[in-house]
């Protein structure tokens, strides 16, 4: 009677989680907005014209890079984002040489985008350092650092691979530099400012520049191309929501490059919220009235509690429909059990961001790969301790069903699996846990949970956001244990659980 009703407490918690993640409402425009401040300052400002034309609107706020976002557009699943010209060149097309903005039409046409002409201002790469070491190594240009070989260099990770990044400069400058580190673009500024790196890579519209006293080298050999801001979107949305089409193209050639930096600066510096942010100018610039409440802290919590508990609920719940079957069945089959065991461990060692990438294409942005990811990650604590549990059970007990004539399905249901709960329960209560951390990656991708806080607060140099995440997602972890615990003693028989 027990695992009857906790089988149907799990059916009854996996039908409020899938309806908990069910998709958008039909008829909603989705603003897109990459990992870094500038871009989502813009995706905001859209999704603030959009709401004052009174159409539903969502903003899915730090999808990752431009070729997440991009691949977003092309399926459908954004309906519009701000794009750089000298990005669609070098990284989506793979140009070597900037294409045209005819060109860059043309192609887009064929994929069901739009491209609009500028939204007024230039976000270009450069390099720079600080101004008093550029001062004192006399460093004016890039080709100034073929000289400088022990400068420390830290790039962003995006940097360090794209097309237009570190490895077509470093060819075209012949730089030789050696101690050259990839980490998060604003923890570049950072080290910097506390004197921990000589060289990083600018974006030209970052309040950081100032701050940081930064000097600006000059392109000398003109490597870098032009990065117009441009709006990107869907073709069809123009008949499908006229009124959000309308909206959003008031944006154009209404941002120049000072007042980008300004806004970028009211929220990295100033500590403002991007939403505060872009309703201001909007207000102030468009004269446009928007009315968007900010949620409180605890309402923030509620909302990434759910989300976290959608991402390892299901895929938690899933894991066990597909790993105790495999479990069993790699401890009656032993050189199946091989495979099954080699298989759940290989896919272990993927790494989880790689994963989250690879699931993208096929179940796009949003919580699908990162169900998918934690599901995989799931599968091996599960049918490992399903697998040692039964191969566990002494020889003696399996020779005396043997004897009582029990078949090998009764010999599993009512012998085998009730010994093995004990150790299965612990393999479950493991994946758990893991998940519980895991699940933080999936803001990476779109899929909320206690991840997007903190994944902000890194971005913003903000700790209390950083806190935000991390304590309540610490504290879940704590919880699923304990639950899991209770369940043991709710479900194993306490002869067993003795034993």
């Not at 092309?74 to 040489?97: C, M, N, P, Q």
């Not at 895991?438 to 209390?464: E, H, M, W």
Request: glycine content about 10%; overall charge neutral; proline content about 5%.
């Amino acid at each position: 009677m027990r695992v009857r009703r906790l089988q149907r407490v799990f059916a009854v918690a996996l039908a409020v989680l899938l309806l908990q993640g069910c998709g958008q409402p039909e008829g909603q425009v989705v603003i897109g907005s990459k990992k870094f401040t500038e871009s989502v300052i813009l995706g905001e400002t859209l999704t603030a014209l959009v709401k004052a034309e009174g159409v539903a609107v969502r903003h899915r706020a730090s999808l990752g890079g431009s070729r997440i976002l991009f691949n977003a557009l092309a399926s459908g699943e954004i309906d519009a984002y701000v794009e750089y010209t000298g990005t669609l060149s070098h990284e989506i097309l793979a140009r070597e040489s900037p294409a045209d903005e005819a060109e860059l039409r043309t192609w887009l046409s064929g994929q069901g985008i739009r491209m609009t002409g500028s939204i007024g201002f230039q976000n270009n790469f450069a390099l720079g350092m600080p101004e008093p070491m550029a001062a004192a190594l006399r460093i004016e240009t890039i080709s100034d650092l073929a000289g400088h070989p022990d400068l420390r260099v830290r790039f962003g990770s995006e940097f360090m691979e794209r097309a237009d990044g570190w490895p077509g400069l470093r060819e075209h400058y012949r730089l030789n530099q050696r101690d050259v580190r990839g980490v998060e673009h604003e923890l570049a500024y950072r080290a910097l400012g506390a004197g921990e790196a000589d060289l990083t890579e600018l974006y030209t519209t970052d309040a950081e520049i100032a701050y940081y006293d930064l000097r600006t080298l000059g392109d000398d050999l003109s490597y870098f191309p032009r990065y117009d801001a441009v709006l990107l979107y869907r073709a069809d949305l123009e008949q499908r929501a006229p009124r959000a089409f309308a909206a959003i193209g008031q944006i154009l050639g209404r941002i120049d490059t000072a007042q980008m930096i300004a806004l970028n600066a009211a929220v990295k510096i100033e500590g403002r919220t991007e939403a505060e942010v872009a309703d201001e100018f909007a207000r102030t610039h468009l004269g446009i009235a928007v009315d968007r409440p900010t949620p409180g802290l605890l309402a923030r919590l509620i909302r990434h509690t759910l989300e976290h508990l959608v991402l390892v609920g299901v895929s938690l719940v899933a894991a066990i429909c597909v790993a105790v079957p495999l479990g069993i069945i790699a401890a009656q089959r032993r050189r199946l059990g091989q495979i099954v065991l080699a298989t759940v461990g290989v896919l272990q060692t993927i790494p989880a961001l790689a994963l989250l990438v690879f699931m993208i294409p096929l179940f796009g942005i949003g919580a699908g790969p990162a169900l998918v990811a934690l599901f995989l990650y799931s599968l091996l604590p599960i049918v490992r301790n399903t697998h040692a549990g039964i191969t566990g059970v002494p020889a003696p007990l399996r020779e005396s069903a043997e004897a009582l004539g029990l078949s090998p399905a009764a010999r599993l249901r009512r012998i085998e699996l009730p010994l093995a709960l004990p150790t299965l329960l612990a393999g479950i209560k493991t994946a758990a846990v893991i998940n519980v951390g895991a699940a933080t990656l999936g803001a990476l991708v779109g899929a909320g949970g206690y991840g997007q806080p903190i994944l902000t607060g890194i971005r913003l140099d903000d700790t209390a956001l950083i806190l935000e995440g991390a304590i309540p997602s610490a504290l879940f972890a704590l919880g699923t244990q304990w639950l899991f615990e209770r369940a043991e003693r709710a479900v194993v028989p306490r002869g067993i659980r003795g034993r």
